[in-house]
């Protein structure tokens, strides 16, 4: 059994933890690092009872993060970036509060340095049922678009630590104000290839169509993908304030214009 390390930043959580937790310790996994950030609820200490649970208490690291956050612009970039610090195995997978990890992931621990894969990522299913997820699921499991591409990237990353501390810009990182998962796969596609796999890991809260302009933005300034990229993500997601802040971001165009 490959050993690894689950980096899980939280910040009140404690609706969401007695569920995606449990997970995290159904995995095995050898050590469990947990960043509180400034939580003012009981997450601390519902944390430490599932760990004492499952007998993980001695292999969980309980960190909690105050206001300094070392520069960093994006509070999550820097708990993953200290969870990577900290951890005490290379491979590393970083998942939220709000997943309930699907148990099947450990078997895709040795997809590491295969083929040269250096970062997989899961797929997951949210719950409630959102369509756009259902098809972009389906585009993935048809590899219709092409499984594995820059494109594809689910929220639970499984990576070597060592890898995105060579090819990651530390300095990008600590500017990010979104994307940091796209920030961490582009800098390993430069050298490396990523893999997206369907899971069967469940979001508890999934986010609609709130977020369609900012993702649109990221599309271009994180991303750097291609207008046809974001027309044919629009067009298949029914996304359409995607392409609107795609088109903004791309030519300066402010959003009151």
Same mark, same amino acid.
């Given at each position: 059994?490959?050993?690894?390390?689950?980096?899980?930043?939280?910040?009140? =959580?404690?609706?969401?933890?007695?569920?995606?937790?449990?997970?995290?310790y159904?995995?095995?996994?050898?050590e469990?690092?947990?960043?509180?950030?400034?939580?003012?609820?009981?997450?601390?200490?519902?944390?430490?009872?599932?760990?004492?649970?499952?007998?993980?208490?001695?292999?969980?690291?309980?960190?909690?993060?105050?206001?300094?956050? =070392?520069?960093?612009?994006?509070?999550?970039?820097?708990m993953?970036?200290?969870?990577?610090?900290?951890?005490?195995n290379?491979?590393?997978?970083?998942?939220?509060?709000?997943?309930?990890?699907?148990?099947?992931?450990?078997?895709?621990?040795?997809?590491?340095?295969?083929?040269?894969?250096?970062?997989?990522?899961?797929?997951?299913?949210?719950?409630?049922?959102?369509?756009?997820?259902?098809?972009?699921?389906?585009?993935?499991?048809?590899?219709?678009?092409?499984?594995?591409?820059?494109?594809?990237?689910?929220?639970?990353?499984?990576?070597?630590?060592?890898?995105?501390?060579?090819? =990651?810009?530390?300095d990008?990182?600590?500017?990010? =104000?979104?994307?940091?998962?796209?920030?961490?796969?582009?800098?390993?596609?430069?050298?490396?290839?990523?893999?997206?796999?369907?899971?069967?890991?469940?979001h508890?809260?999934?986010?609609?169509?709130?977020?369609?302009?900012?993702?649109?933005?990221?599309?271009?300034?994180?991303a750097?993908?291609?207008?046809?990229?974001?027309?044919?993500?629009?067009?298949?997601?029914?996304?359409?304030?995607?392409?609107?802040?795609?088109?903004?971001?791309?030519?300066?165009?402010?959003?009151?214009?």
């Amino acid at each position: 059994m490959i050993k690894f390390s689950v980096v899980l930043p939280v910040h009140d =959580e404690e609706q969401f933890l007695p569920l995606s937790l449990p997970s995290v310790y159904r995995l095995f996994p050898s050590e469990v690092v947990l960043l509180f950030d400034r939580c003012t609820d009981n997450s601390i200490t519902i944390a430490k009872t599932i760990a004492k649970r499952y007998g993980m208490l001695n292999h969980t690291q309980f960190i909690e993060i105050g206001d300094d956050i =070392e520069g960093f612009t994006m509070r999550f970039a820097y708990m993953r970036w200290l969870g990577c610090v900290i951890a005490h195995n290379n491979t590393i997978l970083i998942t939220a509060s709000d997943l309930v990890l699907d148990k099947q992931i450990v078997n895709h621990l040795g997809t590491l340095g295969n083929n040269d894969v250096e970062l997989v990522s899961f797929l997951h299913k949210d719950y409630p049922v959102d369509f756009r997820n259902l098809l972009k699921r389906l585009l993935v499991k048809t590899k219709i678009g092409g499984l594995g591409q820059q494109r594809w990237l689910g929220p639970v990353l499984l990576f070597d630590r060592n890898t995105s501390f060579e090819l =990651e810009d530390f300095d990008g990182l600590k500017r990010l =104000e979104s994307a940091e998962d796209t920030h961490l796969q582009q800098a390993i596609n430069t050298h490396h290839k990523s893999l997206c796999i369907v899971s069967n890991t469940i979001h508890l809260r999934p986010r609609f169509g709130s977020r369609d302009y900012l993702c649109g933005r990221l599309y271009w300034s994180v991303a750097h993908r291609s207008f046809l990229m974001a027309f044919l993500n629009m067009l298949f997601m029914f996304r359409i304030n995607l392409i609107k802040g795609y088109i903004h971001e791309r030519y300066g165009i402010k959003k009151n214009e």
